[in-house]
């Protein structure tokens, strides 16, 4: 018993071997809560429709239990008589590890707080990859204030460092200008969403399929095959055609037919055509009217629906609409037209009409 009041370093060996023993008890203790009450949370947590509870458990596992063991563990340690270097190098380090899971907590829940605010408005995969590499930049900038409060804490005078900071962030804001504008305009398409990926768009006179959404350019495959890289700052500033996002597409197109047509025939046409449109599935007939008297022939307007924003599908309605006029045409001998002019030959007032082509041939 005398040998364990014997004094080492300031502290006898019953006083160390105490620590050892709290700080082994310690251990034990929290290897039995990780493994008892952890098991009996998650258990609840299955039987829930929440993920509070399972976030709960997370946290608990992740950073309460490894933060409480340092913790108790710092504790122990400093019942023992320490020197003055060693002691205040336990308190730097016990400030360091707190910062620490201080960070990573703060991180953890506005990470799992915007991607399950995302998840739960059923945002595409692609979406959430783009929100948690943006999330980096947060991440960074509060590992930042850590390191500040970290270094304020032991005794650091801060305020020149954070007057630098804000010196140098001025002046580099001001040599990328360009890239910060691409990086604003990054997040303007990320939350304003005008398109995304797999929309096909138009942004002055370039066409294609957004294949990527970066932070300073957006990539676009044109019709042809191409890659088009595009700053985003410009496609913000452009008018943007999304035409995955077109509800119904609104089809206009003419025709005209020749001036020898019976009055009959000439009223007959737009029921023709609405007869045409009508019993085709995909199309909404709107109107079809004799719009004027050319100059070379009486010319029809008509206008109908197709409600998909498919181009293969408007193209296959279109083609068979065209293709059953030019049936119902023939079948009812009316004749589309083409250029013609009258010609007085030999000064007699004898008219001979003739198309604009052979009129060039004469010539």
């Known amino acids: 018993m005398n040998a364990l009041q014997q004094f080492f370093f300031g502290n006898t060996i019953l006083a160390y071997l105490a ?24 258990r609840l947590a299955l039987k829930s429709n929440t993920s509070i509870d399972d976030l709960l458990v997370e946290i608990i596992e992740r950073f309460v239990l490894p933060y409480s063991y340092l913790l108790i563990n710092y504790a122990i340690i400093r019942s023992l008589l320490l020197p003055v270097g060693l002691d205040k190098l336990l308190a730097a380090a016990s400030l360091f590890v707190t910062v620490y899971f201080s960070v990573r907590l ?4 506005i990470q799992h ?62 040599a990328a200008q360009n890239i910060l504008g691409d990086l ?39 019709l042809d095959g191409q890659q088009l890289v595009m700053p985003n700052a410009e496609m913000v500033k452009s008018v943007i055609q999304n035409f995955k996002r077109l509800q119904k597409r609104r089809i206009v197109f003419s025709i005209g037919i020749i001036y020898g047509t019976s009055t009959s025939k000439i009223k007959k046409v737009p029921r ?26 009486v010319n029809y307007e008509i206008v109908y629906y197709i409600e998909s924003a498919d181009y293969q599908i408007f193209m296959d309605t279109q083609q068979n609409i065209c293709l059953r006029i030019f049936e119902e045409f023939e079948n009812e001998g009316i004749e589309f037209a083409f250029p013609t002019q009258t010609l007085f030959i030999n000064g007699n007032n004898k008219a001979t009409k003739t198309s604009v082509a052979d009129f060039a041939t004469m010539s």
């Open 19 to 42: 620590v050892i023993a709290g700080m082994l008890f310690t251990w034990i203790l929290l290897r039995l809560t990780r493994r008892r009450l952890l098991k009996f949370i998650k």
């Open 106 to 109: 703060v991180n953890f829940f």
């Open 113 to 174: 707080s915007v991607v399950g605010y995302m998840e739960k408005r059923k945002e595409p995969g692609e979406r959430i990859r783009q929100v948690t590499g943006m999330l980096l930049l947060v991440k960074i900038f509060t590992w930042g204030l850590g390191l500040v409060m970290l270094a304020d804490n032991l005794g650091y005078n801060v305020t020149t460092v954070i007057a630098g900071m804000g010196v140098g962030g001025i002046a580099i804001a001001l």
């Open 184 to 222: 604003f305009s990054y997040f303007v398409i990320f939350f304003d969403k005008p398109f995304e990926i797999g929309d096909f768009i138009v942004i002055n006179n370039n066409a294609g399929i957004v294949e990527k959404i970066g932070i300073k350019t957006s990539h676009i495959r044109s």
């Open 272 to 297: 023709i055509i609405q007869q045409i449109i009508e019993d085709d599935e995909r199309a909404i007939f709107d109107r079809a009217h004799l719009k004027n008297l050319g100059d070379f022939s």
